[in-house]
C-alpha cells in the first residue's frame, strides 16, 4: 500500500480561532515605504528596515 490520498483536514473552528487571533492581534509598528507596508513587531527589526528604505516612514501604536 501506498500512502493514503487524502490528508486529515483541520477543523473550521480551529482555523477560524487562529484566523480570528490574527485579525485581532495589532501589530506595534507599520512600516510605509515607497510601494510598500510592512508591520513590525520590536524596533530591531525597524532598525533593518529604515537601514534598507531610509525615506521610509513608520508609525508606532499602543
Do not use: C
Request: net charge positive; no cysteine.
Amino acid at each position: 500500500m501506498e500512502g493514503k490520498k487524502n490528508k486529515r483536514k483541520r477543523s473550521f473552528k480551529k482555523t477560524w480561532d487562529t484566523i480570528k487571533k490574527i485579525k485581532n492581534s495589532t501589530p506595534k509598528i507599520i512600516f510605509r515605504a515607497h510601494n510598500i507596508v510592512v508591520t513590525l513587531r520590536n524596533k530591531n527589526q525597524l532598525s533593518r528596515w529604515l537601514e534598507i528604505y531610509p525615506e521610509g516612514k513608520y508609525t508606532i501604536n499602543y
